[in-house]
Antibody, heavy 115, light 107 residues
Framework: QVQLVQSGAEVKKPGASVKVSCKAS????????ITWVRQAPGQRLEWMGW????????NYAQKFQGRVTMTADTSTSTAYMELRGLRSDDTAVYYC????????WGQGTLVTVSS | DIQMTQSPSSLSASVGDRVTITCRAS??????LGWYQQKPGKAPKRLIY???SLQSGVPSRFSGSGSGTEFTLTITSLQPEDFATYYC?????????FGQGTRLEIK
């Protein structure tokens, strides 16, 4: 079955960067896009962008342009999301999901930004 | 950006009740709409895709309908495990956007 397993929780200081991984199994990784979504405490889900692993094409939300980089390694079936210049309002659970239709989700990675 | 407005924001209901959640899009989104269920501390889970198609493994008491800009999720005969937060999502136009969520609580 489709499974997305994310890396563990992170605590970062303001201004630092974080890189979250998402390892896929149970399907052909290059054939399906990976979407990244985040959820700040008590807030709605927020789309950050997506990547198509087979050609590494990306589409980022305007809000994160210049601060986010999404990559994919087809040899390990792993997608990555790096967010730079962290601020306290970046504290959130970050999810990866398959396709733009988000049919399967990772378990989430809590990123806490605090001095 | 396409705004997705869900109503109600919260809802109290009893086991066995029928409930309906509405999602309105600020412009037409064809059939590019899904519904998700999220329980505390867990990732969202897709229930419905393409407006009315039931995700494999999801009970048939969940159904979706609508067109254009107005969509509904209906749960017939609520079960204890259905008390959760529900989100709609449009993927017709980037950026993909979510509704603000509907919290379904036990009365």
């Amino acid at each position: 079955q489709v499974q997305l397993v994310q890396s563990g929780a992170e605590v970062k200081k303001p201004g630092a960067s974080v890189k979250v991984s998402c390892k896929a199994s149970g399907y052909s990784f290059p054939s399906y896009g990976i979407t990244w979504v985040r959820q700040a405490p008590g807030q709605r889900l927020e789309w950050m962008g997506w990547i198509t692993p087979y050609n590494r094409n990306t589409n980022y939300a305007q809000k994160f342009q210049g601060r986010v980089t999404m990559t994919a390694d087809t040899s390990t079936s792993t997608a990555y999301m790096e967010l730079r210049g962290l601020r306290s309002d970046d504290t959130a659970v970050y999810y990866c999901a398959r396709q733009e239709t988000l049919d399967s989700w990772g378990q989430g990675t809590l990123v806490t930004v605090s001095s | 950006d396409i705004q997705m407005t869900q109503s109600p924001s919260s809802l109290s209901a009893s086991v066995g009740d029928r409930v309906t959640i509405t999602c309105r899009a600020s412009q037409g989104i064809r059939n590019d709409l899904g519904w998700y269920q999220q329980k505390p501390g867990k990732a969202p889970k897709r229930l419905i895709y393409a407006v009315s198609s039931l995700q494999s493994g999801v009970p048939s008491r969940f159904s979706g309908s609508g067109s254009g800009t107005e969509f509904t999720l209906t749960i017939t005969s609520l079960q204890p495990e259905d008390f959760a937060t529900y989100y709609c999502l449009q993927h017709d136009t980037y950026p993909i956007t979510f509704g603000q969520g509907t919290r379904l609580e036990i009365k």
